[in-house]
Nanobody, 126 residues
């Protein structure tokens, strides 16, 4: 069992930045692929970014490319999402997810990930 806990959400004006953190309890954190998803009110949960177990591969949704950066610190069992140039349409609950890595590639579907956090709210005002 892996527990993941997100933090760092909040309110920010359009054009601003936020950094989300995801702390994972797994002793073997370095063997997990990690991802961020988000869900806005009335919408389905959507993929934001993912990083593989050793940080060598990343993937981003087109809507956040060039603005968001995912990274990980395996010694700290933490994954980060740096969000710059935020837009009102980035407003959502952001979720961290983990999957035991069986391949180096990263996946962007919700069904690929086994462990999920409770989410952290990000609100971007215009």
């Amino acid at each position: 069992q892996v527990h993941v806990v997100e933090s760092g959400g909040g309110w920010v004006q359009a054009g601003g930045s936020l950094r989300l953190s995801c702390a994972a309890s797994a002793r073997t954190f370095g063997t997990y692929n990690m991802a961020w998803f988000r869900q806005a009110p009335g919408k389905e949960r959507e993929f934001v970014a993912a990083i593989n177990w050793n940080g060598g591969r990343t993937d981003y949704a087109d809507s956040v490319k060039g603005r968001f950066t995912i990274s990980r610190g395996n010694t700290a069992n933490t994954v980060y999402l740096q969000m710059n140039s935020l837009k009102p349409e980035d407003t959502a609950v952001y979720y961290c997810a983990a999957e035991q890595a069986i391949q180096s590639t990263v996946r962007s579907t919700t069904t690929a990930y086994t462990y999920w956090g409770q989410g952290t709210q990000v609100t971007v005002s215009s």
